[in-house]
């Protein structure tokens, strides 16, 4: 028991650390309890879940007798979003504690097609439409390389909604659609506590990725700083994220998300000044990288530079158009020099 992490954050609201494979490396999932006031009972709801390994599920059920929460005391188990360390162990725990699981549709679709066998043709066309080098790559890992047996869903059975009020005992859990980081990710607001778990919408010390990869529709960085504008307007004393320390004064650091977001657009405004680009070459100016930079990190910096990249045609800042070998070129607008 060693390793077990876990603290009350709020009377009734614990904080649990649980390990992941890759940075960052824990993953906190929060355990809420309310109280039956006609009978003094306990019921519990979990939001998130971790992922489904050894590791994780051992330190889980150490937290949960450290907690005094019996696992079939759990009635509610609420996913912000379908990212494996969030969704990823949503099956074992359905079947230890019997609970109904909530996800928005949007996360749940996504989950089914988050470690397909092989990569589809026209995925790989997308990669290269965009630039990347894949031929300097050697073989790129799959979701499936690294996530196989640690990504163990379960089936909704309910549906996240904005607005979604989740009684647990005395208490309320609202669902409040923030989607950006992913389409139908939801913050889970504590109206009568003003308490905020946020998922990875709002992160202490990182800014959340937000991509637009070869599945992603719309212009989801307009979606992410919506969403920051939205949840500005709630009232909130303390933020439980998912990854790093609570935290106070959810406007100020929304804000400095939202601007660190500004500072790189006008960054990518500022490289298509001196001629168009492709979104790779766009993002290994703008994240600084070169061949030798991993794969893994490469790859998400490409998407998070075309999210940049697609809000600015969104505006009209921005025009595409092909190159002779059907690369999609990105360059700046009449009248946006
Ligand atoms: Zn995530
Ligand atoms: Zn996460």
Known sequence: MSDTKLSEVFPGIFLLYLPLPMKPNIVNVYLVRGTHEENSEAEWALVDTGIGSKDSIAAFKDCLEIAGCRPEQIKKIVITHHHPDHFGCAGPYKKLTGAEVYIHPAEWERSQNF?????PRWVTDWFRSHGLPLENFGRIPKQRDFWQGMY???APDVELSDG???????RVLQA????GHAAGHCVIYLPEELVMIAGDHLLPRITPHVGFGPSTEGNPLADFIASHEKIQ???VDFVLPAHGGVFQDHIKRSNQIIK???VR???IVDILRRGPRNGYQLARRAFDFDDDSPV???FPATFETLAHAEYLRHQGKVNVEKDRDGTILYELSNGSY
């Open 115 to 119: 470690m397909p066998a092989d990569r």
């Open 260 to 262: 660190h977001h500004r």
């Open 164 to 170: 979604l009020r989740i009684p647990v005992g005395d």
């Open 296 to 298: 893994t990190y490469q």
């Open 176 to 179: 409040v659609w923030t989607p």
């Open 233 to 235: 307007k709630l009232d």
């Open 152 to 154: 163990r869903t379960a």
């Open 265 to 267: 657009l006008q960054q």
